[in-house]
Nanobody, 124 residues
Framework: HVQLVESGGGSVQAGGSLRLSCAFS????????MGWFRQAPGKEREGVAV???????GYADSVKGRFTISKDNAKNTVYLQGNSLKPEDTGMYYC???????????????????WGQGTKVTVS
């Protein structure tokens, strides 16, 4: 049974920083593609950052240079560091995982089978 649990959300002023964490269990982690997605009220879920099993990261254009995704294999945890936060970064942030995702689709929510419950981020 795959389980993903996000933490670290909260309220922050524009220009501030947050670090989100995603603890996972129930599968062999190293080969999975892991992703962070977000959904603002009234909008579709969108890809923010992903990290392949190889460790190669990918980012949405809207967060490049401000967000960093990383993983700690020993702790079975994936992180999303967000700096220079903007009000448009507000939303529910979800962690996701899948055993295999094509490189062309890593920011597409439909490619991921497993999801956490989300953590809320508010930037004002």
């Amino acid at each position: 049974h795959v389980q993903l649990v996000e933490s670290g959300g909260g309220s922050v002023q524009a220009g501030g920083s947050l670090r989100l964490s995603c603890a996972f269990s129930g599968y062999t982690y190293s080969g999975h593609c892991m992703g962070w997605f977000r959904q603002a009220p009234g909008k579709e879920r969108e890809g923010v950052a992903v990290i392949a099993g190889s460790g190669s990261p990918g980012y949405a254009d809207s967060v490049k240079g401000r967000f960093t995704i990383s993983k700690d294999n020993a702790k079975n945890t994936v992180y999303l560091q967000g700096n220079s936060l903007k009000p448009e970064d507000t939303g529910m942030y979800y962690c996701s995982a899948d055993p295999w995702v094509p490189a062309s689709g890593r920011l597409a929510p439909d490619e991921y089978a497993h999801w956490g419950q989300g953590t809320k981020v508010t930037v004002s």
